[in-house]
């Protein structure tokens, strides 16, 4: 799995493979849909929330939000990404779409499994593979039916509280969610380490060991997600966005929003809606 961000990728994207553990909280602006094949779990870091997809699990979720897969035992999972654009376009219940893009996951428990889950995520790898437009549009509406039905098979409210036996990554999980709850305030390298009860400079060094990024770009990341958000689902000025998403200053969040996304707030909006 990259971890590098790539944001609006062009095509629909799927793989499949063994997972393998994420360098650092990495963010690519498309739905994300996960199926885990085969063996145990895999433990994401998702928006500052612990998120476990068991074996025979479907998940979806904006993978704007930063996210990390930090601990698994999942021997054989699928991968398939759904171009932003494409995904507004699906006509989706305006509360689905609004749970999708606050960052809450879809994730249906391996009882609401279909039987068809895994000849159709292997079929849909096989789709992605070939030259007819034909098939691509099939595998399109497929995916779309298949997170319509995940969406009434996944509970309402996540599972929230991480109670694994690593103390470091317990620490992070923390500070994490610390992040998600309270990044449309002022915060600093001290409120966030004292969440999770550590001293500043302890607290970065947990937090790069495992999220492999500082505090303050995790902040800034979580901060952009909400900045996307505000622009796609509403009609606020730019201004009233930055301020919403936390950024103390207009120009700080041009120049972060177009660091990370390549194009000004505005373009980023008439092209998504």
Request: glycine share 6%.
């Amino acid at each position: 799995m990259d971890p590098q961000i790539e944001l609006a990728p062009p095509e629909l994207l799927g793989w499949a493979g063994r997972p393998t553990l994420m360098a650092t909280a990495h963010q690519h602006d498309d739905l994300e849909i996960n199926f885990v094949a085969e063996g145990g779990t895999m433990l994401y870091l998702f928006g500052g929330e612990p998120v476990e997809i068991g074996p025979g699990s479907v998940a979806a979720f904006w993978a704007a939000v930063p996210h990390q897969l930090v601990a698994n035992s999942a021997t054989r999972a699928h991968w398939v990404h759904v171009p932003f654009a494409t995904f507004l376009g699906w006509g989706l219940p305006t509360a689905l779409v609004g749970r999708l893009l606050s960052g809450m996951p879809l994730i249906a428990p391996p009882t609401a499994a279909m039987d068809a889950d895994s000849a159709n995520f292997t079929q849909w790898a096989a789709d992605l593979s070939s030259v007819q437009p034909e098939r691509r549009r099939i595998l399109l509406l497929e995916v779309e039916a298949r997170v319509r039905r995940l969406a009434l098979d996944a509970p309402q409210a996540p599972v929230h509280r991480y109670t694994g036996g690593d103390p470091a990554l317990r620490h992070v999980v923390t500070m994490a969610r610390h992040i998600a709850e309270h990044f449309r305030e002022p915060l600093t390298v001290a409120d966030v380490a004292a969440a999770a009860r550590l001293h500043p400079n302890y607290a970065m060094t947990h937090f790069g060991k495992i999220v492999r990024t500082t505090i303050i770009d995790y902040l800034t990341r979580c901060r952009l997600a909400e900045g996307r958000r505000l622009l796609v689902t509403t009609d606020l000025p730019i201004a009233a966005v930055a301020s919403d998403s936390g950024f103390s200053s207009v120009s700080r969040f041009y120049a972060a929003f177009k660091n990370e996304c390549g194009v000004p707030p505005a373009a980023y909006r008439r092209h998504h809606r």
